[in-house]
């Protein structure tokens, strides 16, 4: 048997980008008129609301989420694919630089690095290309025999559990979990960061942050040309 290798786990929007691949893939698609303009409407209140610093990133997320689901049903795989291309070329820089070094640290040490994020699989993928990674999942948008988007998600329960992607992914790849990572900044990514070695919370919200902090876990935070770590 070959030996196993050792695993790194990211979640990407806020940990590795520094924003979020679906945000800016559905202001895109609002622009080149692939999405009704009226797509901004769903979530333009809960962006304001995050921007003044009186409302929950999370609620804004979850705004562009149901935007996104709205407008994706009977749109030609290919036109979105275009502009996610556009997209992945444009923001691949723009990354952390704590976590575009652990990338470049843990890939040279001959870690595994895993991908995990909610963003649609097809902007994933090539984002996480860009990056390096060996395996990327995220959210499947399923297609019909025309080409176009059904609206419907293929395992969307088991893409929202991010510990379950993490175990399946050391049974399919041969991986270990001795010396491993995980790097994560909201609550959503507790199930991976308790599953190894070396959880780090970066740029943690306030939940993960109470969390980290109760589990004496690493916390980082970056801002502008400064990291802290704690």
């Known amino acids: 048997m070959s030996l196993k290798r050792k695993v790194a786990v990211f979640d990407i929007d806020g940990t590795i980008f520094r924003s979020s691949l679906l945000v800016v ?32 990133y999370t609620a804004y997320l979850q705004k562009v989420i149901e935007s996104f689901e709205g407008q994706i049903k009977g749109v030609p795989y290919a036109d979105v694919a275009d502009v996610a291309g556009e997209v992945i070329e444009e923001m691949k820089g723009r990354v952390y630089r704590y976590t575009r070094n652990l990338v470049k640290e843990l890939k040279d040490s001959g870690y595994f690095l895993l991908a995990i994020s909610r963003s649609p699989k097809f902007i994933v993928d090539g984002f996480g290309y860009e990056l390096g990674f060996d395996k990327t999942y995220g959210i499947f948008f399923s297609t019909g025999a025309s080409g176009c988007f059904t609206g419907e998600i293929e395992g969307e329960e088991f893409i929202m559990n991010k510990g379950a992607i993490l175990q399946r992914a050391v049974r399919k790849e041969n991986l270990t979990l001795e010396d491993s990572f995980a790097v994560g900044d909201t609550e959503s990514d507790l199930p991976m960061l308790e599953l190894v070695t070396a959880p780090i919370a970066f740029n943690p919200n306030k939940v993960l942050y109470r969390e980290a902090k109760r589990n004496g876990w690493k916390i980082v935070v970056e801002r502008k040309d400064v990291i802290y770590e704690f």
Do not use: C, M, P, S
């Open 25 to 56: 893939l559905v202001e895109r698609l609002v622009e080149k008129g692939i999405f009704n303009r009226d797509a901004r409407l769903l979530y333009t209140k809960e962006r304001d609301e995050w921007l003044d610093r009186r409302g929950d």
